[in-house]
């Protein structure tokens, strides 16, 4: 079996203060705040159990815990069955759920994956300042208790996936090909998070390098409509699989929902 799911762990209203407070996918944001979803990929195939980015974790308002190993157990996997995970990049929404503390101390949530990062990134990361207590001791139990695995060292660790180091939203953010049953699938962490990015053209000024982002999403909107990809986008709180069907001048790339977030199934 070779398929690829949204786990879907719910949409978020998420303002300056950066806390992600559960709002209901048909209402608003509060104001001033983003509505983003949280949408860590599990891809099923021959060669294991993977996932792509992990989602909020210990540092969200709520137990994402024991939601993620719900989410697991509706596909009849435990989260010892996961053989890695691969983070577009090190921000604490895509990566927190890589370790809890439902005991009191910190454990890894996946104790017998690989964890796939940037090397650079990670070195990076090791060296910021200002970080808070939890942020330390979450980086700190990694360093010494994950089992860490460098995409610099092998960009194509299975048969099905690819990294590349693209940037834009972070300096080392990468970009994931998955290829599946003779299909294409791009993830792009938060350069390409929601399909309402596709046909816009802006430099976000939250990313390292907002005209790497832009450009990049150019790039890569023109080469999934020419190669019939998908795209898995983390954050989009409807659609988080996509392809693009159309493309006009005037109305840009025509969208086609693949799956929703209360799909179980790719159709």
């Given at each position: 079996?070779?398929?690829?799911?949204?786990?879907?762990?719910?949409?978020?209203?998420?303002?300056?203060?950066?806390?992600?407070?559960?709002?209901?996918?048909?209402?608003?944001?509060?104001?001033?705040?983003?509505?983003?979803?949280?949408?860590?990929?599990?891809?099923?195939?021959?060669?294991?159990?993977?996932?792509?980015?992990?989602?909020?974790?210990?540092?969200?308002?709520?137990?994402?815990?024991?939601?993620?190993?719900?989410?697991?157990?509706?596909?009849?996997?435990?989260?010892?069955?996961?053989?890695?995970?691969?983070?577009?990049?090190?921000?604490?929404?895509?990566?927190?759920?890589?370790?809890?503390?439902?005991?009191?101390?910190?454990?890894?949530?996946?104790?017998?994956?690989?964890?796939?990062?940037?090397?650079?990134?990670?070195?990076?990361?090791?060296?910021?300042?200002?970080?808070?207590?939890?942020?330390?001791?979450?980086?700190?139990?990694?360093?010494?208790?994950?089992?860490?695995?460098?995409?610099?060292?092998?960009?194509?660790?299975?048969?099905?996936?690819?990294?590349?180091?693209?940037?834009?939203?972070?300096?080392?953010?990468?970009?994931?090909?998955?290829?599946?049953?003779?299909?294409?699938?791009?993830?792009?962490?938060?350069v390409l998070g929601t399909r309402g990015a596709i046909n816009r053209r802006y430099a976000a000024k939250y990313d390292f390098d907002g005209k790497t982002s832009m450009n990049v999403r150019d790039e890569l909107s023109t080469k999934a409509f020419e190669n019939?990809?998908?795209?898995?986008?983390?954050?989009?709180?409807?659609?988080?699989?996509?392809?693009?069907?159309?493309?006009?001048?005037?109305?840009?790339?025509?969208?086609?929902?693949?799956?929703?977030?209360?799909?179980?199934?790719?159709?």
């Open positions: 079996m070779n398929i690829i799911s949204p786990l879907h762990l719910g949409v978020f209203s998420v303002g300056l203060d950066k806390k992600f407070n559960r709002i209901k996918p048909e209402d608003p944001p509060a104001k001033g705040a983003l509505k983003i979803a949280l949408n860590p990929f599990l891809i099923q195939t021959d060669e294991g159990n993977f996932l792509i980015d992990t989602g909020i974790g210990l540092f969200g308002e709520e137990n994402f815990y024991e939601l993620f190993v719900e989410k697991l157990e509706e596909h009849n996997l435990s989260e010892h069955d996961i053989t890695g995970v691969f983070c577009s990049h090190l921000h604490y929404d895509h990566v927190g759920g890589l370790v809890h503390n439902e005991n009191g101390y910190l454990e890894t949530v996946f104790p017998d994956a690989e964890i796939w990062v940037s090397g650079k990134e990670w070195e990076k990361a090791q060296n910021l300042s200002g970080r808070t207590d939890l942020e330390s001791s979450f980086m700190d139990f990694l360093e010494a208790r994950a089992n860490l695995h460098f995409f610099e060292d092998n960009p194509a660790p299975y048969n099905f996936f690819k990294a590349t180091t693209i940037g834009g939203h972070t300096e080392f953010s990468q970009l994931f090909e998955v290829n599946l049953n003779g299909q294409n699938y791009f993830m792009a962490g938060d019939d990809a998908h795209f898995l986008c983390f954050h989009d709180t409807e659609f988080p699989i996509f392809k693009l069907s159309d493309y006009s001048k005037d109305k840009g790339y025509i969208i086609k929902p693949v799956k929703s977030i209360f799909d179980e199934q790719l159709n």
